[in-house]
C-alpha cells in the first residue's frame, strides 16, 4: 500500500528556516496532488499548502508568502520550505497525498505519520 515518509522537521528560533521533505512509495498509480497540513496544540488541523502534478500550488493565508511548496515528480516528493518561521508555526506537519494506487481508478487521500515542528527561542 501507499505510504509517506516524512523528514525535515525539528526545532528552530523564530524567524529561522525549515524544510520538509515528503516521500511516497508504493503501488502508486498516479499522484494528483501532494501538500502539507498541520495541527497546532488545542486546534484542528488545517492545510498549510499543497500543490499539483502539474504545478498548481494553494497556501493558507496564514503562511503569508513565508512557505514555499515545491514537487520532484519523478521521485513522487514533496517539499515545503519554511523561512521567516514564528512561534505560531509549531504544529505537527502532515504529509498528505491525492493519489490513485495502481489498478484503481480512482484517488483517494493518504496521509503521513506526522512530523513535529517548533517554533522557540
Known amino acids: 500500500q501507499v505510504q509517506l515518509v516524512e523528514s525535515g522537521g525539528g526545532l528552530v528560533q523564530p524567524g529561522g528556516s525549515l524544510r520538509l521533505s515528503c516521500a511516497a512509495s508504493?503501488?502508486?498509480?498516479?499522484?494528483?496532488?501532494m501538500g502539507w497540513y498541520r495541527q497546532a496544540p488545542a486546534k484542528q488541523r488545517e492545510l498549510v499548502a499543497t500543490?499539483?502534478?502539474?504545478?498548481?500550488?494553494n497556501y493558507a493565508d496564514s503562511v503569508g508568502g513565508r512557505f514555499t511548496i515545491s514537487r520532484d515528480n519523478a521521485k513522487n516528493t514533496v517539499y515545503l520550505q519554511m523561512n521567516s518561521l514564528k512561534p505560531e508555526d509549531t504544529a505537527v506537519y502532515y504529509c498528505?497525498?491525492?493519489?490513485?494506487?495502481?489498478?484503481?481508478?480512482?484517488?483517494?487521500?493518504?496521509w503521513g505519520q506526522g512530523t513535529q515542528v517548533t517554533v522557540s527561542s
Open positions: 498528505y497525498g491525492r493519489l490513485r494506487v495502481t489498478m484503481i481508478s480512482m484517488y483517494n487521500d493518504y
Open positions: 508504493g503501488s502508486i498509480g498516479s499522484i494528483y496532488a
Open positions: 500543490i499539483t502534478t502539474g504545478g498548481s500550488t
